[in-house]
């Protein structure tokens, strides 16, 4: 299973972008998916997730600002960020949770998209 990121970019503060991310070669479908990112000397944090039923969980700092949807159709993930500002700098991850017939299932990442806002 991979995961392929893009639409990362510079963006003034106050812009928006839209990160999309794909999912290619599962062969039972995509549990949750989402995005975490990380910004220079932090953590790791998750900023939105969408399980199989369309149920999203964001960020308290996204909230009301970032929008995450998923195409099942076409096994991809968007974020749409709105309002951006140059807290929300960082590099985003995508992830997927892969289910598997043993019913365990397993994490996949993909690459990292750089989002980065001026101000």
């Known amino acids: 299973v991979q995961l392929q990121a893009s639409g990362g970019g510079l963006v003034q503060a106050g812009g928006s972008l839209r990160l999309s991310c794909v999912v290619s070669?599962?062969?039972?479908?995509?549990?949750?998916i989402g995005w975490y990112r990380q910004a220079p000397g932090k953590q790791r944090e998750l900023v939105a997730k969408?399980?199989?039923?369309?149920?999203?969980t964001y960020a308290d700092s996204v909230k009301g600002r970032f929008v995450i949807s998923r195409d099942n159709t076409k096994s991809t993930v968007y974020l749409q960020m709105n309002s951006l500002k140059p807290e929300d700098t960082a590099v985003y991850y995508c992830?997927?949770?892969?289910?598997?017939?043993?019913?365990?299932?397993?994490?996949?990442w993909g690459q990292g998209t750089l989002v980065t806002v001026s101000s």
């Open positions: 992830y997927a949770d892969i289910p598997t017939y043993d019913g365990l299932g397993y994490s996949v």
């Open positions: 070669g599962s062969t039972f479908g995509i549990n949750d």
């Open positions: 969408i399980n199989s039923g369309g149920v999203t």
